[in-house]
């Protein structure tokens, strides 16, 4: 694949250079354009570097075994001591499994061209770099740039930016035990997050692609945690300072969805583990494609591509069928919101239950080869290393289905129009964009393209208007085919604000013409205060879990920061009555609701554990609440406990919309009962 990205980036670069175009967009965010209409017709973007038709995934994958195979090589593994453990699970992982792999595809396909707009900017300027450097040292295209001059060349800050990817998970996404393998013990440097796959994807890219560092894959990933933590995650922007706004994310909570603590909580809410895996996917879904606000105009920040990954091929559940709920419950939703998913137990699922007693593709149920049948979770350092090759084969089938989509060329010249991808292909979501009542972008003026143009100018009764923008409306037992376009509609007229299009915000005045440029940015943050422990590489031990809660705390008496069995918090050392407090003087933003992530577990230790929290505005009591941290079962998790702020009046009850901007918030915690507790995080926050 290498040498398809340098003999067609040679085309390509050529045919840049006689059209007198640029490899570099003025900006590190927007395409580059012209003022010409016709400029369209130059092959310029990621998809001329493929060869004409476009080749399949399949294809392309299994004409290239021996890169893929050198691409996966560990950056640590000097003298690749894992050579022939990955060359026999690439054996087993055949081109036709990971194509069994491929669950949904989305159904607008624009993030997906906006991303590999992205990606094509970074790695046309890192070809003329490379370009320039082969000139002035005498060397040949097909000679390689020394494996330092290349990191200097990728690190230029001048070029464009890379493609961040989001990657959201659990204890899988961890890594926690990866580092097990049939080869050698001494794993030390492969351990956990380098050793999983999602820190191994970034660099299988750059190996695939002849050392271009096109894609950032950043890893958000805490052990316990599933969709549901993924939710305050994501709807309270609790990002990590180092990882930017994505454009792609990537759920993989699959495993943890169907651990015991998400069953145990759906009978305590009496509803089937069914019905709390489509709420929680739900809430996450929705979340994450409303697009988020900036400057005012929701549609200055996009929503991302959004896909799912079934991990899981744990035996949290005995039942086959009840373990196959996850995986129903993602096609359920991809179905209906139009997004991507894969699936690695679908690609190798007859091998694990062939042999339950493997332990390359699954956890190891018995053992190493015990008689005893047991629980566990986690896979080993096989499945990672196959996981690579399941996403890298869904991304890449992204890239080859959307170049072989036909395109289509418009003479609009909306400022909106202007600032798309230089070549709009046509797919099921380009209505989205349609100035028209029934046209679906489908105009007779059309020019270029190889759509058929129409003859006629009359209208043909029947079709399909254009769809409402915005999502379709939620999921429920009772959504049925008679109301669901008025409901459709009615929730899009009434969520406007939020689905507004780049020109009717700019027209508006609610955004600048560069207020969409930052895309590398956070989000407005939504909370006056968070943290999350271990989510952020930065708060990975004791002294900086101090650090970030002690600007704040104004009296403390028996809290400090603690981390038993890599279980990381902050904790009563004092037994009961050990207090703290923390206060926020004339805060800037309002606050409604106060979010903990506590972890509850059980034994002697913690019995009782029993924790109370109070909440104030100035004078006024707004929230209080006490807190259990036992549980009955045998296992240490992470609960997300949201106390909404009232003011407490005596002849009115609740009232008030929580902390104003300009007042005093205070917290105070003290644990009642029990001998210990742990907070693993907190958000302070305007919803």
Known sequence: MASILRDRLLHSSSNRRRHGGTSQATDNNSPPHSDSPNDNDNNDDICSILSQPTPSILS????????????TRHSADKDFTFHDYTALLLHFMTPDRLQRSVKTLPLDWTPVGRGLDIIYRRLTSIYDEVHAYQNQHNSNADDEIPSEEMKRINANPNHPRKLNILVMGGSVTMGVVCHINPVTTSTGKYSRRDCAWPGRLSTFF?????????????????GGTNTESGITIWDYSLLPEDVPYPDVVINAYATNDLHYNTVQEAIRRNVTLGESLLAMGQEFVRLVLTPKSVGGCASSRAPPLLLYVDDYLGNEQNEILTTMISPQTIN?????????????????RDLVYADTKEWWFSSDWYEKGKSQYQRAVHPHMGMHISMVWVVAYNLLNLVTTYCSLPKVNFNAQSRQQRRRIRHERHHAGIESSSDGVWDYSYSNSTSGGDLPTLQGTNELVGGPRRKPRGLPPRLTPELSLEHVTELWKNESDANSHLWKTYDECLDLGMISNNAADDVTSHDSKPCLYSWVAN???????????????????TSNKGWSAVDDNNKLGWAPTSGIGSTFTMEWKKISQPVRAVTWMIMRSYGEKWDGSLLNVEVWSDKKLMAKKDIEGFHDKNTSETYNIKMKLFENDEQKGEVGDGAVIGSDLKITFTLKGGSTFKISGMAVCDH
């Open 60 to 71: 392309l994958w299994s004409s290239h075994l021996p890169q893929i195979f050198n691409a």
């Open 206 to 222: 750059t190996n695939l692609f002849g050392g271009y560092d096109l894609i950032n894959v950043h890893t958000v990933a805490l």
């Open 332 to 348: 359920l939703l991809s179905g209906y919101y139009g997004i991507g998913s894969m699936s690695y137990g679908d690609a190798i």
């Open 535 to 553: 989510l952020e590489r930065k708060l990975d031990n004791t002294k900086r879990i101090t650090d970030r809660l002690k600007p704040y705390i």
